[in-house]
T-cell receptor
């Protein structure tokens, strides 16, 4: 693994189904983030984790949950998907959450909820 | 509220210079980032400004004026590969990034 990876690349999901988007980084970064990107809007932060074992809510957390059991992995779960969660999801990481640190992004997951 | 404004789209000619502006109103300020995003790909880091002034990095430069809530990204000697969206993001008082919607730059030969 080099950098930050996400799986799946894309997914079509029926409304009401549960879905987990996976994110793994091998840079030993402390901070990780989940964003969604919708046409005409900026990236919006869903959840973040400043260090393993801690998580926090971003701008649009409703309907999503995360966990950070270790440094490398930061999965995002949609408990019961709705069509408004159709979006491109990006996972990112940075060395720290202290400020000024570049965020490195995964390739994204394109999710369609029908 | 928090707001980041950028033009939606700009067009420029190969070999020319283009300036992409970004104005912001945020709860606190801990720095401003510019990222590049090619269509269908992830954003990649271009620059970071925390103090007023110009930061130059090859063909790309970024300027910040904190008193005016204003930044610009300057791209020189434009190449076709510079066709992409350019995202402005401000780090707020909680060290979270607030993102603009991005400026789509179209380069014509």
């Amino acid at each position: 693994i080099a950098g930050i990876t996400q799986a799946p690349t894309s997914q079509i999901l029926a409304a009401g189904r549960r879905m987990t988007l996976r994110c793994t980084q091998d840079m030993r970064h402390n901070a990780m983030y989940w964003y969604r990107q919708d046409l005409g809007l900026g990236l919006r932060l869903i959840h973040y984790s400043n260090t393993a074992g801690t998580t926090g809510k971003g701008e649009v957390p409703d309907g999503y949950s995360v966990s950070r059991a270790n440094t490398d992995d930061f999965p995002l779960t949609l408990a019961s998907a709705v069509p408004s969660q159709t979006s491109v999801y990006f996972c990112a990481s940075s060395d720290s959450a202290a400020g000024g640190d570049e965020q490195f992004f995964g390739p994204g997951t394109r999710l369609t909820v029908l | 509220g928090q707001n980041i404004d950028q033009p939606t789209e700009m067009t420029a000619t190969e070999g020319a210079i283009v300036q992409i502006n970004c104005t912001y109103q945020t709860s606190g300020f801990n720095g401003l980032f510019w990222y590049q995003q090619h269509a269908g790909e992830a954003p990649t880091f271009l620059s970071y400004n925390v103090l007023d002034g110009l930061e130059e990095k090859g063909r790309f430069s970024s300027f910040l004026s904190r008193s005016k809530g204003y930044s610009y990204l300057l791209l020189k000697e434009l190449q076709m590969k510079d066709s992409a969206s350019y995202l402005c993001a401000v780090e707020d008082s909680n060290y979270q990034l607030i993102w603009g919607a991005g400026t789509k730059l179209i380069i014509k030969p």
